[in-house]
């Protein structure tokens, strides 16, 4: 098996993880579980986004959440905006790091921002000119990259239409996400290689949902082809409100836990992280998906039960 000597966590749990809950979280309960995060060794933390908080109310104190953070980790810290008043008040608020969404499915794009792909690709173009004018770095991830829950199937040239279009204009990075936990290994090596393949000097990420069951093989599938950064959720918690059967995305403490195991450096400590996750249980007030916080990790021993 050919896998890199490390990868980049990319902890999505304070935005995505938290769009699908009913408990709101205020800022205090974030920023806790926020430092916890970091404290583990978390390199990138996506904490919130620039949406109408009438359509994700979860994110509403995305803003007054970052005011708290920056003070110690500003460079660290990166906020979604779907659009042209998202990226504006990312700005006032003083985020340095975005990342942008738009869907390769034209009816996924049309329920989650209700515009098509190509207005969503023009719309980048702004986007990207405001970013390079307002001294913020841009990523970009295409949502149901590996199929819609509305259309079923993407085809691979159309993912690739659509980063040839990306890639004219000046961004960090690419991220190919699973929306909906529709992918295999096999698709996934086959679409991230050619990818890989075709922009060699571009970075490229990838967003996995463990909807049924196939996250973390699919992870392994796209390091073989040579991604090394990865989306993944605190407790295996999130998904998007706008598909159905939207359910988790990869938990974090298991892909750090499974990497780590098979010799792959990812900078965090388990520990910590399981200790945040914990954290996030507490506050939410109900288990999570995360197989690792329930098992331990697989060094744990056990003492012989007594005859």
Request: contains cysteine; hydrophobic residues 40%.
């Amino acid at each position: 098996m050919k896998l890199a000597g490390e990868v980049t966590i990319y902890e999505v749990g304070l935005r995505d993880g938290l769009q699908l809950e009913s408990k709101i979280l205020n800022v205090a309960e974030k920023k806790r579980i926020a430092d916890l995060l970091l404290k583990a060794g978390v390199s990138e933390l996506e904490f919130g986004s620039f949406v109408h908080p009438k359509l994700v109310p979860q994110m509403a104190n995305t803003a007054d959440l970052y005011a708290e953070l920056k003070r110690s980790y500003r460079a660290k810290l990166v906020a979604l905006v779907p659009n042209q008043k998202g990226i504006q008040l990312a700005d006032e608020s003083g985020v340095q790091s975005i990342n942008y969404v738009l869907s390769a499915s034209d009816t996924h794009n049309q329920q989650n921002v209700r515009q098509t792909t190509d207005d969503s690709l023009h719309q980048f173009q702004k986007l990207s000119q405001y970013a390079s004018e307002h001294g913020m770095k841009l990523n970009v991830t295409v949502a149901t990259s590996f199929g819609c829950p509305f259309e079923g199937q993407v085809p691979p040239s159309r993912i690739m239409s659509i980063i040839d279009t990306l890639t004219e204009s000046n961004m960090k990075r690419i991220t190919l996400a699973d929306t909906t936990g529709m992918a295999n290994p096999k698709q996934v090596y086959d679409l991230t290689k050619a990818v890989k393949d075709e922009w060699r000097t571009m970075e490229f990420g990838c967003h996995f949902h463990n909807t049924r069951g196939m996250g973390l093989a699919n992870i392994l599938a796209a390091m073989e082809a040579g991604i090394t950064i990865y989306d993944s959720s605190i407790g295996g918690l999130g998904g998007c409100p706008f598909a159905p059967g939207a359910t988790g995305n990869v938990c974090t403490e298991d892909v750090v836990h499974m990497l780590e195991e098979m010799g792959v450096h990812t900078a965090i400590d388990l520990d910590q992280l399981l200790t945040a996750s914990e954290e996030m249980k507490n506050k939410l007030g109900h288990e999570l998906p995360g197989q690792v916080m329930k098992a331990g990790k697989s060094s744990r021993l056990y003492p012989i039960p007594a005859q």
